[in-house]
């Protein structure tokens, strides 16, 4: 909880999304919850293809020269 991490859909959403980007806020067997920047995405669990951390968000824009 608490970290950010990526969110793939198998299918498009209702609003014709399938990638979300936020700070995990809740799980549970059925569903986990976002605090993305338009508000908290609450996901169903079985229609998500993958989840990932976003710990390389940053990685190519700190570049120094």
């Known amino acids: 909880?608490?970290?950010e991490i990526l969110v793939h859909l198998i299918?498009?959403?209702?609003?014709?999304?399938?990638?979300?980007?936020?700070?995990?806020?809740?799980?549970?067997?059925?569903?986990?919850?976002?605090?993305?920047?338009?508000g908290i995405v609450t996901l169903q669990r079985r229609g998500i293809s993958y989840t990932k951390a976003?710990?390389?968000?940053?990685?190519?824009n700190n570049k120094k020269g």
Not at 11 to 38: N, Y
Not at 54 to 60: G, I, V, Y
């Open 1 to 3: 909880l608490g970290k």
């Open 11 to 38: 299918r498009a959403d209702e609003t014709g999304e399938r990638d979300f980007e936020g700070i995990l806020k809740s799980f549970d067997t059925d569903s986990i919850s976002l605090e993305t920047e338009k």
């Open 54 to 60: 976003n710990d390389d968000k940053d990685l190519f």
